[in-house]
């Protein structure tokens, strides 16, 4: 499933094509929503925001399209109105005089009076959005003092969208790989030091995911291990999807366990159990 990351990646190369231009064709490709075609095209978009992984189409009459990609969705962003190629089954289409913006596999789309979004049964719940860029690491600390949050573990807290919206299962293991820290312990174990590290990792890991394309790995080592000539899978995370393999830091073997039905990768040279 795409992240916030890749979600805010979507939206900004959407809203480079739409975000001031007129819509002069929307088609829904899920009968319960053609209905609103009508009333969409011929409008002004004004802005593509996101909410964790949840992407909003903001009108200038008022009104938004809800969508999220869920674990098959894509977006599509072409010149022209020539749709490409493809087998996977299209749910929206949105196009200017000049571009084509089109999502693939999602069904997880509505159309709603943008003052009313608040009421979205979805939306409602988010925490903050990681990729907002105004989100400090202190706010993110503080949310990990919180009694709601405080006594869940963090291999558990760190996929909750409540606590924080856009993360997922990769930005997980990288964030507490590069907090160094166990994904057993609750956040309430955590010292103010591993609590100040953790919010940290949480923006340097998710927003350094953003600018690259999907590479959490730091720019000096990523650059060294493509001169090495390993592949862009290779050096792309530090233990997301490399079990058995050496640690990049200490060179222990990564790990990988299954915790609620979702993987989880660890070095147990970098995040010890027996630590705080």
């Known amino acids: 499933m795409p992240e916030g990351p890749e979600i805010r ?5 959407i809203g480079d094509v739409l975000v001031g231009e007129v819509v002069d064709t929307v088609r829904f490709g899920l009968p ?45 962003v072409v010149e022209g109105k020539k749709l490409p190629n493809t087998t996977r089954s299209m749910r929206l ?35 903050p959005d990681i990729m907002d860029r105004r989100l400090t690491w202190r706010a993110v600390a503080a949310r990990l003092e919180d009694a709601r949050f405080a006594g869940k573990s963090l291999s558990v807290l760190y996929l ?42 949480t923006l340097d890991i998710s927003r350094r995911s953003y600018d690259t394309g999907g590479i959490t790995l730091a720019p000096q080592l990523s650059n060294s291990l493509q001169r090495q000539g390993l592949t862009r899978e290779w050096r792309r995370f530090y233990v997301f999807g490399r079990a058995d393999y050496p640690c990049y830091r200490c060179g222990s073997e990564i790990r990988r366990e299954e915790v609620g039905s979702r993987r989880l990768y660890t070095c147990p040279g970098c995040q010890p159990r027996d630590a705080g």
């Not at 990646?9 to 190369?13: S, V």
């Open 93 to 127: 289409l949105l196009q200017t005089a000049d571009h084509s913006a089109i999502l693939y596999s999602a069904s997880d789309i509505s159309v709603w009076p943008t003052e009313e979004l608040s009421e979205h049964p979805f939306l409602q719940k988010l925490g």
């Open 9 to 13: 990646r979507a939206a900004d190369a």
């Open 32 to 76: 319960r929503l053609r209905k609103y075609a009508r009333q969409l095209r011929g409008q002004k978009v004004v802005d593509v925001e996101t909410r964790g992984k949840a992407m909003l189409t903001h009108f200038d009459h008022g009104y938004s399209i809800y969508s999220h990609n869920q674990l098959y969705g894509v977006w599509q």
């Open 160 to 201: 909750d969208q409540v606590f924080l919206a856009g993360n997922g299962n990769y930005l997980r293991s990288e964030i507490l790989f590069d907090a160094g820290l166990d994904p057993k312990r609750t956040a309430a174990d955590l010292t103010r030091g591993e609590r100040g590290r953790l919010a940290r990792s």
